[in-house]
C-alpha cells in the first residue's frame, strides 16, 4: 500500500499562473482533505469530500477549487496563484466514522 | 464550534528526560482526540487516538495521552525522550456528531526540541 500520494513534491509558480496539486490513496476511504500548513498556523482545512461526488468548503476556500475525479484521487487547482498561497499543502484521507486521517507527504508550493 | 490551544509553541527537552506536551480544547458535544507527530519534510501520522473507554491511551513510539474531560485537556507524555522524538506535535478533536462528515480541528503545534 502506498498510502497517500501527492503530485508534486515542490512547485515554483509566477503570480497569475494555474496549477492543479494531485492526490490519490489506496486505502479506500470515503473522505479526502486539502489542508495548508503555515508557520505559526497549523493546519487549515482548504476543502474536502466527505465522499465520491460530493466537495465542500473548509475555512479557507478563496482561490482554490477542488475536483474528486472519483473514490481515490481529489485534486486542488489554483486558477490564478498568488503570493499569499505560499505554502506547504497536505492532502489526506479518513474513515467518516473515526476520522483518523492519513496524510500524504505534502507539496511545497512557492508564488513568486 | 469547537476548538483546540496547544498552551507550548516550543518545548526544549534534555535527550533521557520526561516530557508533556499541552493540549485543551472546547466544544460543545462529546469529542475524538488524536495527538499526531510531523517530522521534517514530512505529513502528520498518527501518534494515538482517544475514542472512548480508558482515558489512558498508548501510542506508538512509547508516547502516551490522558483524556480529561472535567479539565477538557488531552496532554502528551513521555517518560524518557530520544533525539528521533525531535518533531512537531499536532493535537487535534472531532466532534462526534451525526452525518457523515465530523470536522477535525488541528492545534497550531508544538515542537518538541530534544537536547543531547
Known amino acids: 500500500n502506498a498510502g497517500v500520494t501527492q503530485t508534486p513534491k515542490f512547485q515554483v509558480l509566477k503570480t497569475g499562473q494555474s496549477m492543479t496539486l494531485q492526490c490519490a490513496q489506496d486505502?479506500?476511504?470515503?473522505?479526502m482533505y486539502w489542508y495548508r500548513q503555515d508557520p505559526g498556523m497549523g493546519l487549515r482545512l482548504i476543502y474536502y469530500s466527505a465522499s465520491e461526488g460530493t466537495t465542500d468548503k473548509g475555512e479557507v476556500p478563496n482561490g482554490y477549487n477542488v475536483s474528486r475525479l472519483n473514490k481515490r484521487e481529489f485534486s486542488l487547482r489554483l486558477e490564478s496563484a498568488a503570493p499569499s498561497q505560499t505554502s506547504v499543502y497536505f492532502c489526506a484521507s479518513g474513515h467518516s466514522s473515526y476520522n483518523e486521517q492519513f496524510f500524504g507527504p505534502g507539496t511545497r508550493l512557492t508564488v513568486l | 464550534a469547537q476548538s483546540v490551544t496547544q498552551l507550548d509553541s516550543q518545548v526544549p527537552v534534555f535527550e533521557e528526560a520526561p516530557v508533556e506536551l499541552r493540549c485543551n480544547y472546547s466544544?460543545?458535544?462529546?469529542?475524538?482526540l488524536f495527538w499526531y507527530v510531523q517530522y521534517p519534510n514530512q505529513g502528520l501520522q498518527l501518534l494515538l487516538k482517544y475514542l472512548s473507554g480508558s482515558t489512558l491511551v498508548k501510542g506508538i513510539n512509547g508516547f502516551e495521552a490522558e483524556f480529561n474531560k472535567s479539565q477538557t485537556s488531552f496532554h502528551l507524555r513521555k517518560p524518557s525522550v530520544h533525539i528521533s522524538d525531535t518533531a512537531e506535535y499536532f493535537c487535534?478533536?472531532?466532534?462526534?456528531?451525526?452525518?457523515?462528515?465530523?470536522?477535525?480541528?488541528f492545534g497550531i503545534g508544538t515542537k518538541l526540541q530534544v537536547i543531547p
Open positions: 466544544s460543545s458535544v462529546s469529542v475524538y
Open positions: 487535534a478533536v472531532s466532534d462526534m456528531n451525526s452525518g457523515g462528515y465530523q470536522k477535525v480541528t
Open positions: 486505502m479506500n476511504h470515503n473522505s
